[in-house]
């Protein structure tokens, strides 16, 4: 089954159900902070500029503060008020791997590349890598420029590719050579190279 670049993102984006953030409960975030740095109230609301009972009353959930207030807790924290309502990384973390062997991955063939999907059997990912063999050979295979939403990083494995984009001389590149760029930019990639080479490409998916 033939898809495009575009069709490819848009899948991966699409898998998985969206996440919705549970409130914080800022309180017990406080509590935690001022926990991990082993500090009593009094030593808390002391390097915060306030008063015990204050601290204490936020912390319960009896009160809440002013933005002056919270900004006086960030600096006594030694944190932005942004992190205050930022769950701590520990709960973010998901555990989540998978393992590709060389040659496993999955295959998407279009008429100038042949995609092979790298982490596929991963739902909800934060970037789409793959690696593509480059099959074009020159600007009229492609039907218009591809662009999608997102930033994207390419890096030549084997062969010599020029790379198109819409604002910028074409670039050829060699192996070990990269680039990283705005993929809303319209881009595309031709093989130099009497063989076909070979890229990596990872594209964001947030």
Known sequence: MTRDPQTLIRIARDTGQEQV????DLGLRVRELRKARDWTLEQAAKQAGLARSTLSKI????????YEALKKLAVGLGISVP???TPPKRDQISGRMVHVRDGAGVRQVTTTYEHELLAESLTRKKMLPYRARVRARSMEE???WIRHDGEEYLY???GVIRLYT???????MRRGDSAYY?????????SLSPEDATILWVT???
């Open 21 to 24: 953030p549970e409130p914080l």
């Open 59 to 66: 912390e319960n959930g009896q009160m809440s503060p002013t």
């Open 83 to 85: 992190q205050l309502f």
């Open 142 to 144: 492609f039907d218009g």
């Open 156 to 158: 030549v494995l084997t």
């Open 166 to 172: 819409e604002f910028y001389e074409p670039l050829e």
């Open 182 to 190: 705005d993929a809303t930019m319209g881009h595309n990639v031709i």
């Open 204 to 206: 964001s998916l947030g």
